[in-house]
């Protein structure tokens, strides 16, 4: 209903600093389109598209593409959403954006901003395999209800390592945490082998945050801190 999935858009203050960092965790840079008028970096893993936006957004920010914007707009005033903002002039990019009942903000625009690279299947950054993004809920139900309207699958509520709704789309799932386990949204990686993993990241100067949710333990499990302020969870994965 969204759209098709295009990143997630995060603000930078030191371009060449989060470049630096994502580069150094293997993930690879996407040539971008001239859209727009910032400074603008992707960077990919094979499943996860994030976007470097060097300007003021909230981040992170969901970014979808659909065709004739106007029209999907209406669409999904239908379903209730209500917008942020409504660019909508045939002079300009058309986007519109608005956002969820705890605040994640989403953005849909008329039309790519960089084009997917060609990576094969088994390609991963050190981090591991991307399985979803984390974000922290007050309110389970609100929340599971609006992402269903737009297109999420919803499954049941899973309490290990903590309690948590997976949210599963074509190209972007999302998993509602609670908020005393996880208190900031997280790009969420596993990986049988990431203590070994953990000890690479450690061993090119990395450093782990001590933000761990109190259900993991240290030695199979970090949470790295991205110059910008981007959490990433990294655990170890269940057999």
């Known amino acids: 209903m969204l759209g098709r999935f ?13 470049l630096e960092f994502y580069v150094e965790l293997g993930f690879q840079e996407v040539p971008v389109n001239e ?10 893993d094979g499943r996860l598209f ?4 060097q300007r003021t957004v909230k981040s992170p920010t969901l970014s979808y593409v659909h ?10 005033t239908r379903l209730g959403v ?11 990019f058309n986007t519109l954006g608005f956002h969820d009942p705890n605040g994640v903000h989403v953005q849909v625009l008329e039309a790519r901003t960089f084009s997917p690279p060609d990576i094969t299947t088994d390609f991963s950054s050190t981090c591991g395999y991307f399985v979803e993004l984390g974000l922290p809920v007050k309110d389970f139900a609100s929340a599971h209800a609006f992402w269903e309207r737009l297109g999420f699958v919803a499954w049941d509520e899973d309490q290990t390592p903590f309690n948590r709704v997976p949210l599963t789309s074509d190209h972007l799932n999302i998993g509602l945490h609670r ?8 790009l969420v990686f596993e990986a049988a082998d990431m203590n070994k993993r953990l000890e690479q990241i450690k061993y090119h100067g990395i ?15 970090g ?3 991205a110059p910008e302020g981007t959490r990433l969870l990294l655990l170890q994965a269940r057999e």
Do not use: C
């Open 179 to 186: 908020s005393r386990a996880l208190r900031h949204p997280m």
């Open 82 to 92: 209500k917008f942020d903002y409504e660019n909508l002039d045939s002079d300009h």
């Open 207 to 221: 450093v782990l945050s001590d933000e761990m949710p109190d259900a993991l333990d240290a030695a199979n499990n």
């Open 223 to 225: 949470v790295l801190i």
């Open 6 to 18: 295009l990143e997630i858009s995060v603000a930078v203050e030191d371009m060449l600093a989060s």
């Open 67 to 76: 065709a004739n914007v106007a029209q999907h707009a209406r669409d999904l």
């Open 50 to 53: 994030l976007g470097l936006h």
């Open 35 to 44: 859209v727009w008028s910032h400074p603008y970096a992707v960077v990919t």
